[in-house]
């Protein structure tokens, strides 16, 4: 399997456990609160992404990348709906370990930030995650 079809599979995985813990809208890719119809949802992007080989293999890659969970809301009380949004969000995250995720080594959240009620009766909401895999290259 190629490097980038693996990265894509562990996004896939990532967002089909979130659509069925959260059991909301999850795109794989960024949209603007404008394009959003269903609340909550939750878009997943790739910030950067790095390759290195490890285990003094040739045939073992090892991967980071840093993924931005932007969630929306809808709500009266748009604090106490991103709070609990963010709060599923990382619970999920959690729940995705080695033994679930075989491809992943590791999920480290950076960050978790919502907009304090701006945009109410709105809300966007923002977790950080640096993700650690492992990718195993078939020798040419």
């Known amino acids: 399997m190629a490097y980038g ?9 990532i967002a089909a456990t979130l659509r069925s813990s959260i ?5 794989e890719h960024f949209k603007y609160l404008d394009d959003i119809n269903d ?8 910030e ?7 285990e003094s293999s040739p ?3 090892g991967g980071d990348f840093n993924m931005i969970i932007r969630g ?12 609990e949004l963010i709060q ?4 999920a995250l959690n729940a995705l370990t080695p033994a679930t995720a075989v ?4 999920i480290h959240i950076n960050s978790l930030e919502h907009d304090e009620g701006l945009f109410e009766p709105y809300g966007t909401l923002t977790v950080n995650v640096d993700i650690a895999y492992r990718h195993t290259e078939l020798a040419e």
């Open 39 to 46: 609340f909550p949802s939750i878009c997943l992007h790739i």
């Open 23 to 27: 059991n909301c809208p999850v795109f």
């Open 5 to 13: 079809a693996d990265k894509r599979n562990i996004i896939a995985g």
């Open 103 to 106: 491809q992943i080594d590791d």
């Open 59 to 61: 045939n073992v890659v």
């Open 72 to 83: 929306y809301v809808h709500r009266e009380d748009t604090v106490a709906a991103q709070d």
């Open 88 to 91: 599923k969000i990382e619970e």
């Open 48 to 54: 950067t992404d790095y390759k290195s080989h490890v």
